[in-house]
């Protein structure tokens, strides 16, 4: 197992905005000539516009956020070089007060190095809280579009309502982006991706009933060259670069960026032979980084990365981000759907010991109104059998049920306020009551998740009844199932938090619209969810309920 004591983390100019920033007060404010002397040279070798695959911007606080480029004149290119000449790119970014890029707040020049894929990660601070800013970037005559980012309130202010969204599981072949458009378009603050960001498989390998309606580039990701072709493919997509755009993102791998269900150290497959796991491992990540819009404390060192971090918006929320796939141990029972006596052993672990006691340190230090967990995978427990046995899902935490409950445990005597679990991973949407024990069905809830469906993955999937689902019967703690695509929107106010579980009817094919299917409320200091809105199930629908088979096949179905 790799631990925490050997993690160490690579600092270089790379994200470190190499000039010192520029305050600029006047609208139309010019950089310095040593900027433009710099720009007048990034043209050299530059045929096309290398803003190809957008902008973004990351992880915020009161006084700044991260922003994000990676330059690219050819983002297919087999070797996963984008196009760009092997020299560094000096890159002038702006910062703005307003929408139309009048009032540059912040200016600088730094640098797009080859060994990192012309990337180019600018953390800004001294900028004001609470506030909506703007900014591009900039290399020879080519400019960047402009991006939305936002500064939390003050660690001491609530500020105002909060809207947060979050998605998971965008496989490019599919489906198209088109929840990401209308997530766009419905401008939060904070937008969560919980992981599957991007899929591994070459083309006609993962496919849907119907056929896929777009295909991979490339073979299998298992380079460096494979993972930076791979996200140059899924960031070329105008709809995804579209939600990077709108507001800041905080984001956390799933499993998809690197190998289907690995575990550590461990891949999907341990019993077929796979020396050069490692090596996929760091290749996977150095390109994760390169492509997210993440601070340079996550820069990663061979095949290490500190991914699990707190963000904190004002007093209204703290986000702890988890990563449950670096540290985990693997599956039991040789994964899968299983009444499997590992799940119970108190040993194991689907966060590692030390990340656990970072997040219970968390919790006792938290005096958020809305502790809200940005993880990966279902947390409440989903029993498939209506028997004795208890068959779960070994790769979920039902594989770790001690896990879960000295993490429940840990909320509940930090006296959390309001807990909250954010999920992906299951290509559906779900929301549930969370308990201590459930096996005791009568006993108390203890906090509320939140499941979001996939972006695309499964295709445009099925809409039913969701009280007709088996799961929802043989666990009453579960409240609410819908197999169709798309995002969860949830507005976070003191008094309570509003979770609209947006669907994309069809991503199959491109410009669906989007609707709320549900809408359900967290009230403050009432642990538990409650359905405040159903919209009537679609006449056009399938509505035969989804099985118990179907729902584990639509969940574990792989190449």
């Not at 991260?66 to 760009?84: H, N, S, Y």
């Not at 489906?175 to 991706?193: C, K, M, S, W």
Request: proline letters at 7%.
């Amino acid at each position: 197992m790799s631990k925490l004591n050997r993690r160490h983390f690579l600092v270089t100019g790379l994200a470190a905005g190499a000039a010192a920033a520029i305050p600029a007060t006047g609208a139309h404010a010019d950089p310095d000539p040593a900027a433009e002397s710099a720009q007048s040279l990034a043209s050299r070798g530059l045929r096309t516009d290398p803003f190809a695959l957008g902008v973004a911007s990351g992880d915020p606080d009161h006084e700044g956020f991260v922003i994000w480029t990676r330059l690219a004149q050819q983002p297919m290119a087999e070797d996963g070089l984008g196009g760009m000449p092997q020299r560094p790119f000096p890159v002038l970014w702006q910062v703005y007060a307003d929408e139309r890029a009048r009032k540059v707040v912040r200016s600088g020049v730094t640098t797009a190095a080859p060994e990192w894929g012309h990337s180019v990660h600018v953390e800004l601070k001294d900028l004001g809280s609470d506030r909506d800013y703007w900014y591009r970037f900039r290399v020879g005559p080519y400019v960047s579009p402009l991006g939305r980012a936002r500064t939390a309130p003050h660690p001491l202010s609530y500020g105002g309502a909060l809207a947060m969204a979050f998605v998971s599981c965008s496989q490019y072949e599919h489906g198209y982006f088109t929840a990401y458009r209308r997530l766009a378009e419905e401008r939060p603050d904070v937008i969560l991706h919980l992981g599957d960001y991007q899929y591994e498989y070459t083309k006609d390998t993962y496919t849907i009933p119907g056929g896929n309606v777009r295909d991979h580039e490339g073979p299998e990701t298992e380079t460096l060259a494979n993972y930076r072709q791979r996200h140059a493919q899924y960031k070329s997509d105008l709809d995804l670069q579209a939600a990077h755009a709108a507001a800041p993102w905080l984001v956390v791998w799933d499993d998809h960026e690197l190998d289907n269900n690995w575990a550590d150290e461990v891949p999907e497959k341990p019993e077929i032979p796979q020396p050069g796991f490692l090596s996929r491992r760091e290749a996977a990540f150095r390109a994760y980084y390169e492509n997210m819009p993440l601070r340079r404390t996550s820069i990663p060192r061979g095949i290490d990365m500190q991914l699990y971090r707190r963000i904190r918006w004002g007093r209204m929320a703290t986000f702890h981000m988890l990563d449950t796939r670096q540290y985990r141990d693997d599956q039991g029972c040789g994964d899968g759907y299983k009444d499997c006596p590992a799940a119970v052993d108190p040993a194991r672990s689907i966060t590692g010991a030390e990340q656990e006691a970072w997040l219970l340190d968390g919790f006792r230090h938290s005096r958020a109104q809305w502790d809200i967990l940005g993880q990966q995978v279902f947390f409440a427990q989903r029993d498939n059998n209506d028997g004795p046995a208890k068959i779960t899902s070994q790769d979920a935490w039902d594989g770790y049920v001690a896990s879960r409950k000295r993490i429940t445990q840990g909320w509940l005597d930090a006296e959390v306020r309001n807990p909250v679990v954010l999920t992906g991973d299951v290509h559906a949407h779900w929301a549930s009551d969370l308990k201590l024990d459930y096996d005791d069905p009568t006993g108390p809830s203890v906090g509320s998740e939140l499941v979001a469906t996939s972006v695309s993955t499964g295709g445009d999937g099925t809409d039913s009844d969701p009280a007709a689902h088996p799961f929802l019967k043989i666990n009453p703690h579960l409240k609410f199932y819908n197999n169709q695509r798309g995002y969860v929107l949830t507005k976070i106010e003191r008094d309570q938090m509003t979770a609209d579980f947006k669907v994309v009817p069809q991503v199959q094919t491109p410009g669906g619209e989007a609707y709320t299917r549900a809408t359900f409320v967290i009230e403050d200091r009432v642990p538990g969810v409650q359905q405040t809105y159903l919209r009537p199930l679609d006449p056009a629908a399938r509505s035969r309920p989804m099985t118990v088979d179907e729902t584990v096949r639509l969940e574990t179905e792989r190449p």
